[in-house]
């Protein structure tokens, strides 16, 4: 079977206004163009994969149901964008309050969500995409081998440099992401 590439999406702050802990639909918002850089992405036909850390259930601040009944309300929101949202995988840990994040694989910016993500549904991460709002993001992009976007709108606050930490592209908003993608994919030259 060959392999397919995605794009990797993180949740608050990217996708979604951030709000803390929030996993109420009706205070689900898309970020500033994030719907319609979904419909642009939904043009390229590769799967769509949020990747999350949530965690306000190991604080107790909600369950997994009410995290399920957010995602549900998110595939709604991508397909009112003309999307559809492949997966959702979330790290359900806190660091440092928790001490077995140190065993922990799946909260970004490790990229276990990432590398689970590709085994369930057959991901080239090789040629796959990373758009986030944090360094954190692009760090756990880049372990897992994608081209990361950095989406620049004010929520990366602690700027802690390194190598993994530099993102391939950086963009003001998603639209903007979701166009250096399509620019790239379909030209294969790179995206101002």
């Not at 995605?6 to 994030?34: Q, W």
């Not at 796959?128 to 990366?156: H, K, Q, Y």
């Amino acid at each position: 079977m060959a392999l397919s590439a995605a794009i990797f999406l993180d949740k608050d702050g990217t996708l979604l206004v951030d709000v803390p802990y929030n996993v109420e639909p009706a205070r689900m918002r898309f970020a500033p163009r994030a719907a319609e850089g979904l419909a642009v992405l939904a043009q390229l036909g590769r799967p769509l994969i949020v990747v999350s850390n949530q965690p306000g259930i190991a604080l107790g601040k909600f369950g997994y149901d009410d995290l399920y009944r957010m995602v549900g309300h998110l595939r709604l929101m991508f397909a009112e964008a003309g999307a559809e949202l492949t997966a959702f995988l979330f790290c359900p840990h806190d660091a440092p309050l928790q001490a077995s994040v140190e065993a922990c694989a799946c909260r970004k910016p490790a990229p276990g969500l990432l590398l689970e993500a590709a085994h369930r549904h057959a991901i080239d991460l090789s040629q796959s995409w990373m758009i986030g709002d944090i360094l954190n993001d692009v760090e756990a992009g880049r372990r897992a081998g994608c081209t990361t976007v950095l989406i620049n709108n004010g929520n990366e606050t602690e700027w802690v440099p390194g190598p993994l930490r530099t993102p391939h592209y950086v963009v003001r908003d998603f639209l903007e992401a979701a166009r250096c993608i399509m620019a790239f994919e379909t030209s294969r030259e790179a995206c101002e």
